[in-house]
């Protein structure tokens, strides 16, 4: 009887896959598989997490859906605001920083917040891709004893939340704000509109700052809908989600969500 031997050759796919778990686990240098380099910080130590909504106007990140897993982030990655909901991928680059960096952590974050520039070498300066975090997200990518900075590598990601997207109003009868939150998919606001039920027409909302948008109409005593369209392209018409009694510092959530 003769024995035969069958070889299997791994397939390229196969390697592929391997090169992608060693990269994503072991950190990069360069700018690979979507992942970039930057920094991290934290702040807050002495605040709750949840008030870290700062420039994007989120007055409770836990009760806008983004949790305590937030950040501030430099102009480079803010953009004036519409970065505001944005998800981000993070983890320490353990190659660079072995000492403090935990082995393969890695978090998602949510941009809330703006880390300002001091024009003097600081890590939010221009052209500088930084995540200002909270201490609970800075910790869990982190040793604890490291009080300073860490080099990361981040990648944006879509935003998973729960339930649909929030509205709250604000403002007063000829100056109408919502602040819109809990957004999914890419995060970030590219566009808004607004329907009254007896304006019957979408009007374009302007953004006001951060995640509130304005508009200069009288929508007292109708039903509100909006229209969103994220920084990818994708559009959702919330229809009929704020009832006509409504009463501004109320806040409505939809049942849809971009997913």
Same mark, same amino acid.
């Given at each position: 009887?003769?024995?035969?031997?069958?070889?299997?050759?791994?397939?390229?796919?196969?390697?592929?896959? +391997? +090169? $992608?778990?060693?990269?994503?686990?072991?950190?990069?240098?360069?700018?690979?598989?979507? =992942?970039?380099?930057?920094?991290?910080?934290?702040?807050?130590?002495?605040?709750?997490?949840?008030? +870290?909504?700062?420039?994007?106007?989120?007055?409770?990140?836990?009760?806008?859906?983004?949790?305590?897993?937030?950040?501030?982030?430099?102009?480079?990655?803010?953009?004036?605001?519409?970065?505001? %909901?944005?998800?981000?991928?993070?983890?320490?680059?353990?190659?660079?920083?072995?000492? =403090?960096?935990? @082995?393969?952590?890695?978090?998602?974050?949510?941009?809330?917040? !703006?880390?300002?520039?001091?024009?003097?070498?600081?890590?939010?300066?221009?052209?500088?891709?930084?995540?200002?975090?909270?201490?609970?997200?800075? !910790?869990?990518?982190?040793?604890?004893?490291?009080?300073?900075?860490?080099?990361?590598?981040?990648?944006?990601?879509?935003?998973? @939340?729960?339930? %649909?997207? @929030?509205?709250?109003?604000?403002?007063?009868?000829?100056?109408?704000?919502?602040?819109?939150?809990?957004?999914?998919?890419?995060?970030?606001?590219?566009?808004? =509109?607004?329907?009254?039920?007896?304006?019957?027409?979408?009007?374009?909302?302007?953004?006001? =700052?951060?995640?509130?948008?304005?508009?200069?109409?009288?929508?007292?005593?109708?039903? +509100?809908? !909006?229209?969103? @369209?994220?920084?990818?392209?994708?559009?959702?018409?919330?229809?009929?989600?704020?009832?006509?009694?409504?009463? $501004?510092?109320?806040? $409505?959530?939809?049942?849809?969500? !971009?997913?």
């Amino acid at each position: 009887m003769v024995n035969a031997v069958i070889v299997v050759k791994p397939s390229v796919s196969f390697w592929h896959f +391997l +090169l $992608f778990v060693g990269v994503v686990f072991e950190g990069i240098h360069g700018q690979a598989n979507g =992942w970039l380099n930057g920094h991290a910080t934290f702040y807050g130590a002495n605040q709750s997490p949840a008030t +870290l909504g700062g420039a994007c106007g989120y007055d409770n990140t836990v009760h806008a859906g983004f949790g305590v897993n937030t950040a501030a982030v430099s102009g480079a990655l803010f953009r004036g605001g519409e970065a505001c %909901g944005a998800c981000y991928q993070v983890m320490c680059n353990y190659n660079v920083d072995p000492k =403090w960096c935990i @082995r393969r952590a890695v978090i998602t974050v949510t941009a809330t917040n !703006f880390c300002p520039p001091n024009n003097n070498g600081g890590w939010c300066d221009p052209p500088r891709q930084h995540f200002d975090m909270s201490m609970p997200a800075f !910790f869990r990518l982190a040793r604890q004893g490291n009080e300073g900075i860490i080099p990361v590598i981040y990648q944006r990601v879509a935003c998973r @939340r729960r339930g %649909g997207v @929030r509205f709250t109003l604000k403002g007063h009868s000829n100056f109408n704000m919502v602040m819109f939150s809990n957004v999914g998919g890419s995060g970030d606001i590219k566009n808004v =509109w607004i329907r009254g039920s007896r304006t019957g027409t979408w009007v374009p909302m302007h953004r006001n =700052w951060g995640a509130n948008w304005q508009s200069s109409l009288d929508l007292q005593n109708q039903v +509100l809908s !909006f229209r969103l @369209r994220l920084v990818d392209g994708k559009i959702i018409n919330f229809l009929n989600v704020v009832p006509s009694r409504w009463r $501004f510092g109320q806040t $409505f959530a939809s049942k849809n969500q !971009f997913y």
